[in-house]
């Protein structure tokens, strides 16, 4: 199994400012992903993390409030931009293989409140 | 589009078993995942299953999926307070386009 990594594990940032989510994988992935989590709520895909290329986005997600980079197999960012408290929720990094390995692994998320 | 549907609370005696049930839509799932959050935590992987199995052990917990009515359940065996959390049901089309139900919170009662 892969181990996920993310900093930081909580955070508390004002309104109009952006947060940069760092997930580190300890082994190479094909697959990372990143979902938003609001209280009490299911996962919500919000785009896929390709590396080298721009991210692929869900429907209803957009690059300039979502910026992702993933410049390796193992590291990647989700940058929330111009927060408002809409945007409190947990963020969270998965990362797996794809094809006939098909398990997802992920890290232990990223609490953000918006004030 | 994909749908994953689950009861949202269930309240079991320690020492019972649980079983936690979850329906989905899309006829394409080829992986069928059940996943374990605590409080404050990630997602843990607990199992997964493959379309073309109708069941699945591994220790205290059993998987059992019905594809024709797209029905998969997650039987935990002898259930105490360390289970107490929220299981997420998931599917997938070959390890892409995850989609989760909305979780199933499991209190563990003394």
């Known amino acids: 199994s892969a181990v996920i990594s993310q900093k930081p594990s909580r955070d508390i940032c004002q309104r109009g400012t952006s947060l940069t989510i760092q997930c580190q994988v300890d082994?190479?992935?094909?697959?990372m992903f990143w979902y938003r989590q609001q209280p009490g709520q299911s996962l919500t895909l919000i785009a896929t993390?390709?590396?080298?290329?721009?991210?692929?986005?869900e429907s209803g997600f957009v690059i300039d409030k979502f910026p992702i980079s993933r410049p390796n197999l193992t590291f990647s960012t989700l940058t929330v931009s111009n927060m408002s408290p809409e945007d409190s929720s947990i963020y969270l990094c998965?990362?797996?293989?794809?094809?006939?390995?098909?398990?997802?692994?992920f890290g232990q998320g990223t609490r953000l409140t918006v004030v | 589009g994909e749908d994953v549907e689950q009861s949202l609370f269930l309240s079991v005696r320690e020492g019972d078993s649980s079983v936690i049930n979850c329906t989905y839509t899309?006829?394409?799932?080829?992986?069928l995942y059940w996943y374990k959050q605590e409080p404050g935590a990630g997602l843990q992987l607990l199992t997964y299953?493959?379309?073309?199995?109708d069941m699945k052990q591994d220790q205290r917990l059993t998987v059992l999926l019905n594809k024709k009515d797209k029905h998969l359940s997650l039987r935990i065996a002898d259930t105490q307070t360390g289970d107490s959390a929220i299981y997420f049901c998931?599917?997938?089309?070959?390890?892409?386009?995850?989609?989760f139900g909305p979780g199933t919170r499991l209190s563990v009662l003394p």
């Open positions: 998965s990362g797996g293989t794809g094809g006939g390995k098909t398990e997802a692994f």
């Open positions: 082994s190479q992935v094909t697959m």
């Open positions: 993390a390709n590396q080298g290329s721009e991210a692929t986005y």
């Open positions: 899309d006829s394409s799932s080829t992986y």
């Open positions: 299953i493959f379309s073309n199995m």
């Open positions: 998931a599917e997938s089309n070959y390890g892409q386009n995850f989609v």
